[in-house]
């Protein structure tokens, strides 16, 4: 005795769609409750990305709001990150931000050592509490990661 194909296919689309379901609720309700809400371009791109960012004692995770990974989507190294000048939003930036927000140029290395470029749109608080992070402890103290096998 078979299955008719409707029940075979519910099934099959079923189980493709609930992981799907489940990352992004897990990035709307679990990442977004515990992080900063910022927007990320990275260099060579014009869009602006809409997501969160998670500070740890060693890195620094970027997460798009909308993506079906449970991983952040970039993770730079604390010793590599770099803060540029923060300036006003200007042109078409002006169309994305909110009024009082500033851009900040970064460039740092993620898990791979490559480079990772480009900028964060955050507000007054936001932004402090990344200068904060990024100048509050020295690379000393900062455990050395494990490297993977």
Do not use: K
Request: charge should be positive; proline fraction near 5%.
């Amino acid at each position: 005795m078979t299955a008719p194909i409707e029940v075979v296919l519910g099934v099959v689309v079923l189980l493709i769609l609930a992981p799907v379901v489940a990352a992004v609720v897990y990035r709307l309700v679990f990442i977004r409750h515990n992080s900063t809400s910022v927007l990320t371009r990275q260099t060579g791109e014009d869009a602006w990305t809409y997501g969160a960012v998670r500070y740890t004692d060693a890195d620094v995770a970027f997460y798009r709001l909308f993506s079906i990974r449970f991983t952040p989507d970039v993770r730079l190294d604390r010793r590599t990150l770099v803060l540029g000048r923060r300036r006003h939003p200007t042109g078409s930036e002006l169309d994305v931000v909110e009024a009082g927000e500033m851009i900040v140029p970064f460039s740092g290395r993620d898990r791979r050592d490559q480079l990772v470029e480009g900028d964060i749109c955050l507000g007054p608080s936001a932004l402090t509490g990344l200068m904060a992070w990024v100048e509050a402890c020295s690379t000393d103290q900062i455990r050395p990661r494990r490297r993977r096998r």
